[in-house]
């Protein structure tokens, strides 16, 4: 188990101080940190067509980013190339070990675990990130500069990649195995490999305002929600045809506001919206699959796992009712299991012992039984 070491001030200093608002190095993050992954598993999971993969490197002075899958490396050469693979976490138990670390900030904010393999001089370049990273060094050295929050010009140095100008440095450092660099976003930052390296990037992801919207309007479009009029019964006599006034402003204000107001539609549409994943899961369906009692007889012998990457979460607003969000989709299982909710959305991995309380819930067993065979959770062996 990986455990995250902090020899210079408390999580809580972390939070008040740093987390979203400044960058900082912290030493041996990860005592006795060996890589979760090899360079050539990971090469190997680039070439799969449903991982995300990209290889940024330089050709004549010129940046270059190609999209994944990748049949070769062969053309690429000792240096100043690097193998980025998104989401490692969802395909590598192993990788999926440097979540839990870090899970004093919720899951839902987390977003997945990103891997580097680069040789020396390898990087991909001065850049501004919008998400909350944690960049812990695995084998070799890298050498980070990150500079301040401000102005920083973005530019597109090639069609994939989006770069800043150069930058002064408020952190220049030399990661070695087990340093951890937390950065948030809006910073710019640099890494170059002084060696062939691994970097294991812990990223988090925020929404914007734009994008809760649209899920939301895709959302209410989908359940059929939000059906009220504007209405304006005791209309006053109006004089200007082409004008919209302050009443009928605040009219159709209110109309969206009254969306906003309803926490139960609100917290529905987040729970669905926010479990879903970015990338795709490696779902592995039960070649035969289990009925419910077959279910609970593995259950008595064996953990499940919740599969790397799977968002399952609850909200304060509902979880009394037993309502739950799994990968985007919502189950009501009524107040009875809200305990069981909370043991499926708070641990990633749920024995008998965890759950006996609700295994006499007929809905939550079959849904349960569903889940394994589709791949969501799996049984340790
Ligand atoms: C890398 O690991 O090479 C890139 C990580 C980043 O800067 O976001
Ligand atoms: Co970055």
Not at 217 to 246: C, F, M, T, W
Not at 249 to 263: E, K, N, V
Not at 286 to 312: F, K, M, V, W, Y
């Amino acid at each position: 188990m990986l455990t995250l070491n902090l020899a210079d001030f408390s999580l809580e200093h972390f939070l008040a101080h740093y987390w979203q608002q400044k960058p900082v190095v912290i030493r041996q993050g990860f005592e006795h940190f060996v890589d979760l992954i090899s360079p050539d598993e990971l090469a190997g999971l680039a070439c799969e067509a449903e991982v995300e993969s990209r290889l940024v490197y330089k050709k004549d002075g010129q940046w270059q980013a190609e999209v994944g899958p990748f049949a070769s490396y062969q053309h690429l050469g000792e240096r100043d190339w690097t193998l980025i693979v998104q989401a490692v976490d969802h395909w590598s138990p192993a990788v999926a070990q440097l979540v839990a670390p870090f899970s004093f900030i919720p899951k839902w904010r987390f977003d997945d675990v990103m891997i580097s393999y680069a040789t020396p001089g390898g990087g991909v370049g001065p850049h501004i990130d919008l998400y909350d990273v944690f960049i812990c060094q695995g084998s070799g050295r890298r050498r980070w500069r990150v500079g301040d929050l401000g102005n920083h010009r973005q530019f597109a140095a090639h069609a994939a990649l989006l770069h800043t100008d150069p930058f002064e440095a408020i952190i220049d450092v030399e990661l070695l195995p087990g340093d951890i660099l937390y950065i948030p976003p809006g910073f710019p930052h640099d890494g170059v490999s002084l060696e062939h390296s691994m970097s294991f990037s812990a990223g988090f992801r925020s929404k914007s305002g734009r994008d809760m919207l649209s899920g939301l309007a895709d959302y209410v479009i989908d359940k059929e929600l939000g059906n009220a009029l504007i209405s304006d019964p005791g209309r006053p006599l109006h004089q200007n045809q082409g004008q919209i006034d302050a009443s009928d402003f605040a009219r159709i204000r209110a109309q969206l506001q009254d969306i906003l107001d309803d926490d139960k539609l609100v917290a529905d549409f987040a729970g669905s919206f926010l479990s879903r994943s970015k990338c795709q899961l490696d779902l592995q369906t039960l070649d035969e699959p289990l009925d419910d009692s077959a279910l609970l007889a593995n259950l008595r012998q064996q953990a499940l796992i919740r599969t790397g990457g799977l968002r399952c979460f609850y909200l304060d607003q509902t979880v009394a009712q037993g309502i739950c969000h799994v990968a985007g989709e919502r189950f009501d299982f009524g107040p009875d299991c809200h305990g069981a909710v909370l043991a499926l959305c708070d641990h990633e991995s749920l024995d008998h012992a965890l759950l006996q309380r609700w295994l006499q819930q007929p809905e939550f067993v079959h849904a349960l039984t569903q889940w394994v065979n589709d791949g969501y959770w799996y049984f340790e062996e």
